[in-house]
């Protein structure tokens, strides 16, 4: 069986069971929910997260802390700052329609083409993940040159040196010597829905002392970014934390998710990830 309701599941995790019966009830989708055969798993890293700054757990350009979300499908350019780069990327995201409904894409980006840009053959609204796709067999990974960009604004943006001089189009990035990009946060299709059974984080370093706020934030089709949960971690001690919600935290489609941070000392390096379940209605 490749698709599984709750109620088909006698003796099933009785806590997927409970949040498949309130997405159900929740949301008035029907009379059951079905189990996607694919989990989903995101992580992130800042490297060098500024004092009192609340920024989401991921690389973007210089300067920019919090992506700022497209309404249409300008997500069109990748560039790396290599000159030698000739890599196929894959970008996994979401295009976007007039009502604001996501659709989940996956495409092989053209070859990149040195510090040239290279447009994307289906353009998006959403970048969520990134990885170098080509490898000579039985060698190891074909590795990034040098850093690579996902960003907005093909033909529009100035690229200089493999770099687009326009920071916050700056959806996504594969960090030199990285084979894929490192970002805690994602978006749900208008058919997906969560069910986030891990969050996880931690502080690794900082210029003195830190406490590092780090928070679950979902934004609904419409709404805005809300806390779902929130904890304290220290560099000096406890540095990390991991939390199996019980209750699962369900995600309702076309809902953006994010795992932001907020340091108490500056050049502040901080992880974090967060684990769930797809499911779809009927």
Known sequence: MIYTTYREVPGADPLLQHAIAEIVDQFDIGQSVRIKPKSLHKFGRITSLGQDTRATIATFG?????????????IDGIVCE???ADQV?????HTIDISGNLTFVVQNAPALQGQSSVQLAIPLARATRAYIANA???SEPDNADDTIYIY???GSVTVTDGIPQTAAAIKLVIVSGQ???EKAATSFSSVDYGIVT????AAQRASATANVDIAFEVRELGGVFRTRFETTVRTASNGA??????PYFIIKANSDVRLVATSSASSTNVTGGFDCFLALAG
């Open 89 to 93: 990327v894959t970008i996994e995201g």
């Open 152 to 154: 907005a604004g093909h």
């Open 136 to 138: 000579t067999f039985g």
């Open 241 to 246: 934390f991991l939390i199996e919600p019980k």
């Open 82 to 84: 290599s000159a030698d």
């Open 179 to 181: 084979n894929q990009s």
């Open 198 to 201: 891990r969050i996880y984080g």
């Open 62 to 74: 210089t300067g920019i802390v919090n992506e700022t979300y497209s309404t249409t499908n300008n």
